[in-house]
């Protein structure tokens, strides 16, 4: 079991940045485990919806929202994983949530509770 935990949330202007952390313990490195961790963002009253996504071997994904403007990375030594998110818009308001999923020899998928932006006008 893979335990997650969002942290660097937090109230920033328009046009400032933030990073979020999101820790990780459990996490299973092996040869025939394929680690994926990814960043959803939840917009009040709205569904949650993918962000970025980065695998074990560092190939990275983006929505269309986030290319540009946000950068994810993995610190295997550290088991942290981070979104830097700049040029905030008033729209990246929500909730933050880390997701970690194992494929192959292991299978898991464990989100983390979430942590809150507010990018204010």
């Known amino acids: 079991q893979v335990n997650v935990v969002e942290s660097g949330g937090g109230l920033v202007q328009t046009g400032g940045s933030l990073r979020l952390s999101c820790a990780f313990s459990?996490?299973?490195?092996?040869?025939?485990?394929?680690?994926?961790m990814s960043w959803y963002h939840q917009a009040p009253g709205k569904q949650r919806m993918f962000v970025a996504s980065?695998?074990?071997?560092?190939?990275?994904h983006y929505a269309g929202s986030a290319k540009g403007r946000f950068a994810i990375s993995f610190d295997s030594a550290r088991n942290r994983g981070y979104l830097q998110m700049n040029t905030l818009k008033p729209e990246d308001t929500g909730v933050y949530y880390c997701?970690?999923?194992?494929?192959?020899?292991?299978?898991?998928?464990?989100w983390g509770q979430g942590t809150q932006v507010t990018v204010s006008s």
């Open positions: 459990g996490i299973t490195f092996r040869e025939d485990v394929i680690n994926i």
């Open positions: 997701k970690m999923d194992q494929r192959g020899a292991v299978q898991s998928a464990s």
């Open positions: 980065i695998s074990g071997g560092g190939s990275t």
